[in-house]
């Protein structure tokens, strides 16, 4: 079995960068990708990002792109979302997953998810 565990998190201005960190154990020779999304209150899952975890390829959503940073950590298992010039508008859910195929944009696309993680941002 695979397991997500996310880091990171919490309230910050409007302006302000965050860093999210998920760390996968057990079998993670499994994993070709993985990604980020995040939920807001009432909303779909939104898709973020996903990046390749050999190739450390990315692609991002255009919601994101330019200000969000999606990157392996210092090991295979460990990957990172750096948000910079937060918005009011980025208050989520946020939750990283994970998939045996390539990664793709849909939730669908990914077997293992972390637990989630609340980012609240203030104006």
């Known amino acids: 079995q695979l397991q997500l565990v996310q880091s990171g998190g919490g309230l910050v201005q409007a302006g302000d960068s965050l860093r999210l960190s998920c760390v996968a154990s057990g079998t993670t020779y499994r994993v070709k990708g993985m990604g980020w999304f995040r939920q807001a209150p009432g909303k779909e899952r939104e898709f973020l990002g996903h990046?390749?975890?050999?190739?450390?390829?990315?692609y991002y959503a255009d919601s994101v792109k330019g200000r969000f940073v999606i990157s392996r950590g210092d090991t295979l298992n460990t990957l990172l979302l750096e948000m910079n010039n937060l918005k009011p508008a980025d208050s989520a859910v946020y939750y990283c997953a994970a998939s045996r195929y390539n990664p793709g944009s849909d939730p669908g696309d990914y077997e293992w998810w972390g637990q989630g993680t609340q980012v609240t941002v203030s104006s």
């Open positions: 990046i390749y975890r050999l190739s450390e390829s990315t």
